[in-house]
């Protein structure tokens, strides 16, 4: 990038005549001041020596100078105003900030920095995602979009509506993983992906990334999440050309869509359990739990309570939500806006969870009440009768490892749990005494099969389900609604 001109840390608060030629590092979206109105971006700017600077820009400034500066581009610098940072803010962005308005100077650089870009960043490989689950640690990944599925609405548990859209990564490995991406991210980088993924093969390279155990095991975005899509490095270009050797292979896999049901099980895999018994979380300890979310490892055995209780609903199959619709039919969904969603079964079940200190009441949705009751979700739907434990799994014989979310809601004093995945301790490989080992398996989810019958959750089509109907009492009745309102 050369020498003749300034480099960042040169530039102090009262430097004058300075100009410094840099490349833009990171980009991130614009958002709205939490004590004022005021609307900002920030971005990060990297001098030839790998230092980097945060600069903002405020208000008008962020569209006028939009297409200014651009990800990955470089430019020559000048009269930015330059500041300390407000002590509360410093570990984060450093000791000094520079303000970019109208006064500054912006000349953009035809060079091409983006090796010296791209080795800054320390990429993580998708079988390690495991390890970073629900640590929110930031992740960096690389991978080739295959898919991506439709916008979605969701609304959080403090009552706000979201959009969000999901990703589908693939890896030289042909590993893939889901990749959530939140609010601004899909009005600019899933638009631009939506409009190009058919002509092309699209890279992604992503930084300020989580793992969390959403939908088995994802990747989702952070606020200061930042992307290259078809950036112009090197790395991008092994990645298209690896790609076009294994097309046929990809094409199936896309084609087939089996990463759209489940975590692939190598990442399974990859889970690190605790083996140590003085690492598991006791019941006890988490019952009348205030939180807003936590994760536990719980060692214990799960067992069905009440059996008069429907372990299946109608969802859509773009975001989960409940369905009033019939099986197959293609609806649009009120909850996540998708016009051609899909209603399908989806397991659930209200059950117990117990080991020497105690209990909670907690459910499983999905592939874990799949496991769990050793059926799938279309069989559970074609229940008629109170199920028996020649039907379905209705309790453990032996302790198994839970991975459980509790969550406290708005209006509920209480914590709610959710069991997200459930392992048996003898499939688990290693030393007890190295602390943790992988998970070799989690129960497979089961696939679908098509509906030979329309079916919805509101309504029965045999005289032996209106028979057990009639026999519930109220007792039973206040009890089912608890358990479907959990």
């Known amino acids: 990038m050369g020498d003749k001109f300034q480099l960042i840390h040169d530039i102090s608060p009262g430097t004058a005549g300075w100009t410094v030629k840099v490349v833009v590092a990171e980009k991130f979206s614009p958002r709205v001041a939490q004590r004022s109105p005021t609307k900002y971006q920030n971005l990060i700017l990297m001098d030839s020596e790998g230092s980097t600077v945060q600069v903002t820009l405020y208000g008008q400034n962020i569209t006028a100078f939009q297409d200014e500066l651009i990800l990955g581009k470089t430019y020559l610098i000048s009269n930015a105003l330059v500041k300390e940072t407000n002590a509360e803010y410093k570990a984060k962005s450093g000791e000094i900030q520079w303000t970019i308005s109208g006064r500054t100077r912006i000349r953009r650089v035809e060079e091409n920095n983006s090796n010296l870009l791209i080795s800054t960043y320390s990429f993580t490989d998708f079988e390690d995602l495991p390890k970073y689950m629900d640590s929110n640690v930031d992740i960096s990944v690389i991978g080739m979009i295959i898919d991506i599925k439709p916008r979605r609405i969701i609304q959080t548990r403090f009552g706000k509506e979201c959009q969000v859209q999901d990703l589908v990564l693939i890896n030289k490995r042909f590993d893939t993983v889901l990749l959530t991406m939140w609010e601004a991210f899909v009005d600019n980088e899933c638009k631009y992906i939506c409009q190009n993924l058919k002509k092309k093969k699209l890279v992604l390279i992503g930084k300020h990334l989580k793992v969390t155990s959403f939908n088995g095991l994802s990747i989702s975005t952070k606020a200061d999440g930042s992307f290259f899509i078809d950036g112009e490095f090197e790395l991008v270009e092994e990645f298209k050309s690896w790609t076009h050797t294994n097309s046929e292979i990809i094409e199936n896999m896309i084609s087939e869509k089996h990463y759209l049901t489940s975590t692939p099980s190598k990442l399974f895999s990859k889970l690190s359990v605790p083996t140590d018994e003085k690492d598991f979380t006791e019941i006890k300890s988490i019952r009348g739990l205030k939180t807003v979310k936590q994760f536990f490892w719980i060692k214990g055995r799960a067992s069905v309570k009440v059996l008069n209780q ?19 039919d293609i609806y649009p ?63 453990m014989d032996e302790d198994e490892i839970f991975y459980v979310k509790a969550i406290t809601e708005e209006l509920s004093p209480d914590c709610k749990f959710e069991i997200l995945f459930i392992v048996n301790p003898s499939q688990i490989a290693g030393d007890k005494n190295k602390g ?11 696939k679908f099969l098509e509906p030979t019958t329309k079916r919805s959750l509101f309504n029965s089509d045999t005289d032996d389900a209106q028979s057990s109907k009639k026999n519930v009492t109220s007792q039973e009745l206040r009890l089912r609604k608890k358990i479907n309102e959990f």
């Open 310 to 328: 429907t372990y299946w609903y109608m969802s859509c199959n773009n975001c989960n939500k409940i369905s009033s619709e019939n099986y197959g």
């Open 333 to 395: 969904c009120v909850f996540c806006k998708c016009t051609d969603a899909k209603a399908i079964p989806r397991a659930k079940v209200y059950m117990q969870l117990t080991d020497p200190t105690g209990y909670i009441n907690a459910t499983a949705i999905g592939n874990p009440a799949e496991y769990f009751l050793q059926s799938n979700a279309e069989i559970l739907m074609n229940q008629t009768l109170i199920p028996t434990a020649a039907s379905m799994r209705l309790s």
């Open 436 to 446: 943790k080992a992988p998970v070799e398996h989690i129960g497979e989810p089961i």
